[in-house]
């Protein structure tokens, strides 16, 4: 008789749990390779979305007995990772870049010549402005002078800055324009002179002076910037970027159109390091929402290696006497850092050079005076000496760019010798030092492709497969690292880990299909790879 009674009530519930009434969801996606990037449950087939957040992850068969959803979503094996994170990018510069002379890429001054006056007969503007030559791409690897510029355009002010953002080289009526003369010395920087004459190249803080009478865009065209630069980036499967240093005007319209609905993409953006910027924000205090993180300012300590204005401790390989340049006095930097240190923002100082480097990571330690996570971001960190990699720990963050390292590889070693090299792009052992590393581009500087960036820090080759073996291989990342670099540990870097950056429940349901598994696939497939679709808070934006 008990044994009945056991059987009757096996049955009922057999019975109730056909007839259970599933869990609606907006999104079930199904027969996926999920790589979450939870160390809980690396892996999965399938996840549930509602409210935009995953609420289940685990096995298509479980979560299709559990969920109907408004959209179930078949991904046939497809790979699946968390929504990719941009460490470091100019998001607002590469949508203003679409509106400019693109000049990336270009193999001769004649190049930069042809792209110009190609720009010019198309838009007829009343000063041209582009960015992204590199005169270590051309045959011959020196700065150019202003003469064809002179010859061409001797009545239209043009201002064509460098790839890296730290050079300029203006045309005389632009120099006439900022009132910019030889017998000028400007710190933090140089006018390049030749023979006594200016050849029309700005390094550094000089290009302020240019930059002051650059007419503004248009709120028009600001928001056209916006909004091209966030089509590029889901079509790369970025569902969060760091803005390498914004102005408070910008970021109150970023704020508006994300209210809007005009603008989805989420941003970290660090607040540009001018004075009443600081105060503005300092008064005001941090500000957060689910798609925008105002948490951080952003300082310059030095300038960049490719144009010799990264500050190094001893002089150039190349360049006798030359040791670069602080864009910051010691005493400022000090005074900022014990500033920011009272208050809830993080600090992000871009170090290039050993010597800017020894200095924000000796100024960082003793402004925090032994206080814990307040993941104060050295961004670059570059060239860094061994005895500042002994003061490293985990209270820190390197917020570090691997394309730097492919595209740098060419001509770094003349720059800083076979010695310093050694300590140069050394991820790796950075990571070792503080267990983590946040991974970006510093686009429009470099591609804004994360497979780039993914290659460069796994394979530290360039996109022809250069050098055999690696550049410096030593400090090569492994794949899980690098994924974990460009999603958690880069929302970690943000104070966002708890709401993004792996496929967990409770977080923001931001991911991306991809037509090939990254974890697997062999290693120079991996810049080609292509995104299917990108998801941000389960919407498909992509």
């Not at 150039?316 to 010691?330: E, F, L, R, S």
């Not at 993080?346 to 003793?366: F, L, P, W």
């Not at 390197?398 to 492919?406: G, L």
């Amino acid at each position: 008789m008990k044994k009945k009674v056991i059987l009757f009530f096996a049955s009922i519930t057999i019975l109730i749990s056909c007839t259970l009434p599933k869990e609606k969801v907006d999104v079930l996606v199904i027969n996926a390779n999920v790589y979450t990037v939870d160390d809980t449950t690396p892996k999965a087939e399938a996840f549930a979305v509602k409210d935009g957040k995953f609420i289940a992850i685990g096995n298509s068969k479980e979560l299709l007995e559990k969920f109907e959803a408004s959209d179930t979503i078949d991904a046939e094996r497809k790979t699946i990772i968390p929504g990719l994170i941009d460490a470091h990018c100019h998001f607002y510069g590469l949508g203003l870049q679409q509106q400019k002379v693109n000049l990336i890429g270009t193999k001769s001054y004649d190049e930069v010549i042809e792209r110009i006056v190609a720009f010019q007969n198309d838009k007829k503007v009343s000063f041209i402005t582009g960015r992204g030559w590199d005169q270590n791409d051309w045959e011959v690897k020196e700065f150019p002078t202003k003469e064809k510029l002179d010859s061409l355009f001797p009545d239209i002010p043009i201002a064509l800055t460098r790839v890296d953002g730290h050079a300029m080289l203006i045309n005389q009526k632009a120099l006439d324009m900022a009132k910019i003369t030889k017998d000028m010395v400007v710190e933090g920087g140089e006018i390049i002179k030749k023979d006594g004459k200016i050849t029309g190249v700005l390094v550094d803080n000089p290009m302020e002076l240019v930059e002051a009478i650059i007419p503004k865009p248009s709120v028009k065209d600001e928001i056209q910037a916006l909004k091209d630069a966030e089509v590029i980036n889901f079509g790369y499967g970025l569902t969060t970027v760091d803005d390498a240093g914004l102005s408070p005007h910008v970021i109150n319209l970023i704020d508006s159109l994300q209210k809007a609905g005009t603008l989805k993409i989420r941003m970290y953006t660090m607040v540009s390091n001018v004075p009443e910027y600081v105060d503005y924000y300092l008064e005001n205090g941090v500000y957060k929402t689910d798609r925008l993180n105002v948490s951080s300012f952003k300082v310059y300590a030095d300038g960049a290696l490719g144009s010799r204005g990264a500050a190094l401790k001893e002089p150039y390989h190349d360049q006798k006497n030359h040791y670069g340049a602080m864009v910051i006095g010691h005493d400022d930097f000090t005074a900022l850092a014990k500033r920011i240190a009272a208050s809830s923002f993080q600090m992000n100082t871009h170090a290039i050079g050993d010597s800017a480097n020894a200095v924000v990571i000796k100024t960082y330690y003793e402004a925090l005076k032994g206080e814990t996570n307040r993941r104060w971001r050295v961004e670059h960190a570059q060239v860094v000496s061994p005895e500042e990699f002994e003061m490293l720990d985990d209270n820190l963050v390197m917020s570090v760019q691997p394309t730097h390292a492919t595209s740098d590889m060419y001509w770094a070693d003349e720059r800083l010798g076979e010695e310093r090299i050694k300590g140069a792009y050394a991820y790796k052992q950075l990571l070792e030092k503080t267990g983590k590393v946040a991974l970006g581009t510093d686009y429009p500087v470099e591609n804004v492709s994360p497979f780039y960036t993914f290659y460069a820090a796994v394979a530290r080759k360039d996109l022809k497969q250069y050098p055999e073996g690696g550049f410096q291989i030593k400090d090569a990342l492994t794949r899980e690292e690098t994924l974990k670099g460009m999603t958690i540990w880069a929302a970690y870097s943000n104070f966002e880990e708890e709401e993004k950056g792996s496929i967990t429940q409770g977080k923001f349901a931001d991911f991306v299909i991809l037509e090939e598994d990254i974890m697997t696939v062999k290693e120079d497939r991996i810049p080609n790879i292509k995104v299917n679709a990108t998801y941000l808070a389960g919407e498909k934006v992509y």
